[in-house]
């Protein structure tokens, strides 16, 4: 079963915009991770955050995490043609590298 | 530092056929799993190992089997192929301080 519901589903902005994509999960977790996979490709890490971090950023990246809620956001910052692809986040609930993943969001980043 | 790989890129299968699909590593990771993606979905863990001679199993282990007899590979194998099994799979590797994944490039697999 997916652990994890992201919203939307597919997301379409103009180059230059924030691009923000939510993450909802079921139970307890270890850590929330974001991985990118563009079209045909395998899965690229982006960010890692931990169940006792609230936010981290990486370059134009932002995620957020709010555990009381069973949530997390990443916000991409002034969006680029190549950002375009699918976002996924994925929990670990026991750090012990079992990721349960979502269904991800279909980003497109029209120039 | 070729990192993950995985062979063949494309398969095709008849139903009832058996394959192995191959995934190696050179990170000198301890964990590797294997993942299915579905069109439209997210990945579902297949089977997974902790180091060689350890596996175990993920949330859609029936019709695939696995062995890891050393650090570096990890084979997934379909013992008599459904189409249901039509996919792409995915093997990925962890370990150290890390608890990031790194993912190999895919097998797109079709039975028909």
């Known amino acids: 079963s997916q652990q994890g519901e992201e919203d939307p589903q597919a997301l379409s902005i103009q180059e230059g915009e924030n691009a923000t994509m939510n993450c909802s999960y079921k139970?307890?977790?270890?850590?929330l991770q974001w991985y990118r996979q563009n079209s045909g490709r395998g899965l690229v890490h982006l960010i890692l955050?931990?169940?006792?971090?609230r936010e981290k950023h990486s370059g134009r990246l932002r995620v957020t995490l709010d555990t009381s809620k069973k949530s997390s956001s990443l916000l991409i910052t002034a969006s680029r043609a190549a950002d375009t692809a699918s976002y996924f986040c994925?929990?670990?609930?026991?750090?012990?590298?079992?990721?349960?993943f979502g269904q991800g969001t279909r980003l497109t980043i029209n120039p | 530092n070729a990192g993950v790989t995985q062979t063949p890129k494309f398969q095709v299968l008849k139903t009832g056929q058996s394959m192995t699909l191959q995934c190696a590593q050179d990170?000198?990771?301890?964990?590797m799993s294997w993942y299915r993606q579905d069109p439209g979905m997210g990945l579902r863990l297949i089977h997974y190992?902790?180091?060689?001679?350890?596996?175990d199993q993920g949330e859609v282990p029936n019709g695939y089997n696995v062995s890891r007899s050393t650090t570096e590979d990890f084979p997934l194998r379909l013992l008599s192929a459904a189409p249901s099994q039509t996919s792409v799979y995915f093997c990925?590797?962890?370990?150290?301080?890390?608890?990031?994944?790194?993912f190999g490039p895919g097998t797109r697999l079709t039975v028909l």
């Open positions: 994925a929990t670990d609930e026991e750090g012990a590298q079992k990721l349960v």
């Open positions: 139970t307890s977790i270890n850590n």
């Open positions: 955050i931990r169940s006792n971090e």
């Open positions: 990170m000198n990771h301890e964990y």
């Open positions: 190992s902790v180091g060689a001679g350890i596996t």
């Open positions: 990925a590797t962890g370990g150290g301080n890390e608890d990031t994944q790194y």
